[in-house]
């Protein structure tokens, strides 16, 4: 069964069209109209392996908020759905990444229990002029859509730039081993037998 899906969300704020496929490449393509988010996107999708092609029109004018948050919202759909009940999947996956000075941890659960705990450890609150606190609001609507639990800690690092990479990297290597067959089961790995 192929694990691709089309999302498309409009509202007065933002209109987007997304396109994930689990068992991609790792190709992203398209654009959020924010660069820096652009090439967290990417990350994502290189070390997940998934493909990945957003078209995002947002009111960015008043800010990047709306657009952020929104792609999270629709990646989080386009999970959920891709996944369906979780069957003959690892279900959690983790990933420690280096970068540099910065080194960031990530463990997550298909467990259709949303929950995000956030501690980036960042110094900054801008990057360019990219508002680093939307890195937490567009995890929080992947999640809460998505129905993943989630845990981003940066253990050490300074450097804003390779921390969010690290994060972005992270989550990506986390979704692959969590969305991986695993040969040993077709049902769900759980002792209730359902999520
Ligand atoms: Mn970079």
Do not use: W
Request: aromatic letters at 8%; proline letters at 2%; hydrophobic letters at 40%.
């Amino acid at each position: 069964m192929s694990r691709n899906r089309e999302i498309r969300r409009k509202t007065k704020e933002t209109e987007i069209n997304l396109r994930l496929d689990l068992d991609g490449s790792g190709r992203y393509s398209g654009s959020t109209e924010i660069p820096f988010f652009d090439h967290m996107l990417n990350l994502f999708a290189t070390h997940g392996f998934f493909d990945l092609h957003i078209e995002a029109k947002g009111d960015i004018a008043v800010d990047f908020h709306h657009t952020v948050e929104d792609i999270g919202i629709c990646l989080g759909d386009g999970f959920k759905e891709a996944i369906g009940e979780v069957k003959g999947l690892q279900r959690y996956g983790m990933a420690i990444i280096p970068m540099d000075e910065t080194l960031v941890s990530v463990a997550l659960d298909l467990s259709m229990r949303p929950y995000l705990a956030y501690n980036p450890g960042l110094k900054r609150k801008k990057i360019g002029v990219f508002d680093l606190d939307l890195i937490e609001e567009f995890f929080r609507a992947f999640v809460n859509h998505g129905g993943i639990t989630l845990h981003i800690n940066t253990m050490y690092g300074r450097n804003s730039h390779h921390i969010i990479e690290a994060i972005f990297k992270g989550v990506g290597k986390a979704l692959d081993m969590a969305s991986s067959l695993d040969r040993r089961t077709t049902g769900v790995i759980s002792t209730k037998g359902k999520l």
